[in-house]
Structure formats: C-alpha cells, structure tokens
C-alpha cells in the first residue's frame, strides 16, 4: 500500500512564499514520476508540477513558471514544491501524486497513487 502525505500548506500574504512537502511510504520512492496537482473551489484538478524519477528532468504548468520549483531527495522519499511570489490565484488545495511510469507528465490520469491535500490560501 502507497501512502502520500502532504505537509506544509498554509495562509499565506500575495509576494509570500510556502513550501510543501509530500513523503511517500510503501514502495519504492525513486521508481515513481512524483506530481503536484491543484483544485480550486469549484474548479477541476490542474496539473501544476512534475519531476522525473531520477529528479533530472521538471516539467511545469505555465501559471506558475518562474514562481515555483519542485524537487525531490529519493534519500528520504520526499518530494518538495517551492512556491514563491504567491498570487491570489494559487488559493487551491494541493495534491501531491505518484505516477508508476517512467517519464514526467502533466496528464492526471496517469497517477496512480494520491495524497489527502493540504490547502494553501493566498490572502490579498
């Protein structure tokens, strides 16, 4: 059984910044493409950010180019998403997931494993 848990949401001032953080257990952590995900209220899930097994390769949504970066450190399962010159848009609750496949993708079909979320709200 795959278990993600996320951490690190919370309120936040626009310009502010926040880190999240997502440790997997239960399998092997480097052998997943890991994703962050959002969901606004009302709004569908977006892809927001993912990082390849080995963390060599990113692939981002253009909403948050220049703002966020994800990393990951397969030493301790986790996998990080650095938000900064947060926006009021960015108010979602954020989802990390893991994708048993071996290339970064933004499509949300391809994950098979899912955290609980961890809200982040960006007060203007």
């Known amino acids: 059984q795959v278990q993600l848990v996320e951490s690190g949401g919370g309120l936040v001032q626009t310009g502010g910044s926040l880190r999240l953080s997502c440790t997997v257990s239960g399998r092997t952590f480097s052998s997943y493409v890991m994703g962050w995900f959002r969901q606004a209220p009302g709004k569908e899930r977006e892809f927001v950010f993912a990082?390849?097994?080995?963390?060599?390769?990113?692939y981002y949504s253009d909403s948050v180019k220049g703002r966020f970066t994800i990393s990951r450190d397969n030493a301790k399962n986790t996998v990080y998403l650095q938000m900064n010159s947060l926006k009021p848009e960015d108010t979602a609750v954020y989802y990390c997931?893991?994708?048993?496949?071996?290339?970064?993708?933004?499509?949300?079909?391809?994950?098979?494993?899912w955290g609980q979320g961890t809200q982040v709200t960006v007060s203007s």
């Open positions: 990082i390849s097994r080995s963390g060599g390769r990113t």
């Open positions: 997931a893991a994708a048993s496949i071996s290339y970064a993708t933004r499509l949300i079909d391809e994950y098979d494993y």
